[in-house]
């Protein structure tokens, strides 16, 4: 067990941000799998933007890396302007 002050606050800090990173990483999984799942073009359009921002923010964190955002996004643009 850490002994240090500075440590035992770096253990807390650490988790909470590792709780924040699996929610988000999580919920934007999800979005992603509803966003793939629709047939319905004008939903399809209108949930790929905030799927985007939610793929941007997280490679801006670096919950996951900018090239597997990168690809995330080009596929579903793919996907999204294959519906209509």
């Given at each position: 067990?850490?002994?240090?002050?500075?440590?035992?606050?770096?253990?807390?800090?650490?988790?909470?941000?590792?709780?924040?990173?699996?929610?988000?990483?999580?919920?934007?999984?999800?979005?992603?799998?509803?966003?793939?799942?629709?047939?319905?073009?004008?939903?399809?359009k209108e949930l790929l933007p905030r799927v985007?921002?939610?793929?941007?923010?997280?490679?801006?964190?670096?919950?996951?890396?900018?090239?597997?955002?990168?690809?995330?996004?080009?596929?579903?643009?793919?996907?999204?302007?294959?519906?209509?």
């Amino acid at each position: 067990m850490a002994n240090h002050k500075s440590s035992l606050k770096r253990i807390r800090s650490s988790a909470a941000k590792r709780l924040r990173n699996r929610y988000q990483a999580k919920t934007t999984r999800n979005a992603i799998k509803k966003l793939r799942n629709t047939t319905d073009a004008a939903a399809a359009k209108e949930l790929l933007p905030r799927v985007v921002s939610m793929l941007d923010r997280l490679a801006k964190k670096n919950v996951i890396h900018k090239n597997k955002a990168s690809n995330n996004k080009s596929k579903l643009t793919k996907l999204v302007n294959s519906l209509s």
